[in-house]
């Protein structure tokens, strides 16, 4: 074996690890996925007749308030100055969102003030004023009110969950965030963009180091130079795939959403005006409509086609990838039993958005590589505290 560190996993978390062992401690490190390409779940191409970038695995925006963060990836990639913006359809009426007063406005057909419109909020989100909500359509109700909670929320969410919101826990939402203010950009953070020329190459300036090899096809539970029988014990792994499935699933399966998405390409120069469409109704399957060119307005994108991706959510089954953690009390259980074997693991860091069990956004992962690097591997590497 020609690696001192073994990187199971080639999204942001990964390559944040491999690129940083490799760069500021010249190691050698073999970074294995499993999948035919690098970036995990953050991995773009371009579509193949029209030439437009398609986030594969669903819409990827970054954005962070991280000022090291933000540091660390402009050394790989300049942002363009894109603001995300998100339209619903509701109705057969558009509304911007998230809820703002804009949305507020156009929906009870007033001028309200910003004043008037919490008066107005308060005044029904008080129809269940000092119960304690046993279920998200509840807690829904007591957050925002039942008509803006009904027109936006209550279908889309038991969409996303394939389960009515009434027999959904009130704990899957603490706050439904509404403006009074007539702003509808998405992220609050200080900086966001999208890589300028693409996630792809982004991530690929990150593996290119003579010191980083990229093995891809490659499982890590399969044999192999750096399957897990071959690299246990011979030098430290940092394994960023699903936590379950290292012990075997000894504590049970950890439950997950996953989504499915279709892709079409239409023959008209714009379909729908906007990057993102939600549709909060019952009576379309799909909960929200990307629409790719609209990430990148700089380009010169053809104007003869336009490629469009319907979302649909479900839960996932094996064999299904594993999207946002479901987090039941019964996986919270399970996650601390793993937590328990990973600590058995000496020489092996859990990490990532399936190594923890936790949603992480990108700039959350790359900030947490960082992190396990300056606090585990580095002193490892250099007289420090070993793993183990
Ligand atoms: P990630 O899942 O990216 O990578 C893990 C890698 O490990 C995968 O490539 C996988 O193939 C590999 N692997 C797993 N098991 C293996 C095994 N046994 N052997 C070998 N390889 C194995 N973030 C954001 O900032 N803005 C956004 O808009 C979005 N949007 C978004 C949409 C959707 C649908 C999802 C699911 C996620 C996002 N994200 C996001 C989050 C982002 O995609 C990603 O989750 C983070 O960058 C975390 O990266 P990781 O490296 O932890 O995991």
């Known amino acids: 074996m020609n690696a001192d560190l073994v990187v199971v996993g080639s999204g942001f978390f990964g390559l944040t690890i491999a690129e940083r062992a490799a760069t500021e401690l010249g190691l050698k490190v073999a970074v294995l996925d499993r999948r035919h390409h690098i970036g995990g779940n953050a991995y773009s191409e371009n579509e193949a007749q029209t030439g437009i970038e398609v986030h594969r695995y669903g819409a990827h925006l970054f954005h962070t ?7 660390y990836v402009n050394r790989f990639t300049k942002f363009t100055s894109y603001q995300h913006k998100v339209y619903t359809s509701h ?4 509304y911007p969102m998230p809820i703002n007063l804009g949305t507020i406005n156009q929906f009870f057909r007033s001028a309200m003030s910003p004043t008037e419109a919490k008066a107005l909020i308060a005044e029904q989100a008080g129809e269940l004023a000092g119960t304690d909500p046993q279920n998200l359509n509840d807690k829904g109700i007591q957050l925002i009110g039942r008509p803006l909670y ?3 929320i209550k279908h889309y969410t038991g969409k996303q969950w394939q389960t009515d919101p009434k027999d959904l826990p009130a704990e899957i939402i603490s706050r439904l965030p509404v403006r009074y ?15 300028v020329d693409g996630y792809t190459a982004w991530i690929e300036r990150m593996a290119d180091h003579p010191n980083i090899e990229v093995v891809l096809n490659s499982d890590f539970f399969d044999d192999g130079e750096y399957g897990r029988s071959s690299v246990l014990g011979q030098v430290p792994v940092i394994y960023t795939g699903p936590v379950d499935r290292y012990f075997d699933y000894a504590e049970g399966d950890l439950s997950w959403r996953t989504i499915d998405l279709e892709e079409e390409v239409l023959p008209i120069e714009d379909f729908q005006g906007c990057s993102v469409m939600n549709y909060p109704d019952a009576d379309a399957a799909f909960t929200r409509i990307h629409e790719f060119r609209h990430f990148h307005p700089e380009r010169d994108y053809t104007k003869d086609a336009t490629v469009i991706m319907r979302e649909f959510s479900r839960f996932a089954e094996k064999g299904d990838e594993p999207y946002y953690p479901v987090n039941t009390s019964d996986d919270r259980q399970k996650l601390l039993a793993y937590r328990d074997l990973a600590k058995g693991e000496k020489s092996v ?3 990532g958005r399936l190594g923890t069990y936790k949603y992480l956004d990108m700039h959350m992962a790359i900030g947490s590589a960082l992190s396990m690097f300056d606090n585990k591997i580095k002193p490892h590497f250099t007289g420090g505290a070993k793993l183990e």
Do not use: H, I
């Open 181 to 195: 203010n007539y702003d509808n950009r998405y992220f609050n953070d200080t900086y966001e963009g999208l890589p």
């Open 65 to 71: 308030s991280n000022e090291r963060v933000w540091d």
């Open 349 to 351: 860091l859990f990490g």
């Open 91 to 94: 109705k057969g009426e558009v």
């Open 150 to 152: 009904e027109a936006f």
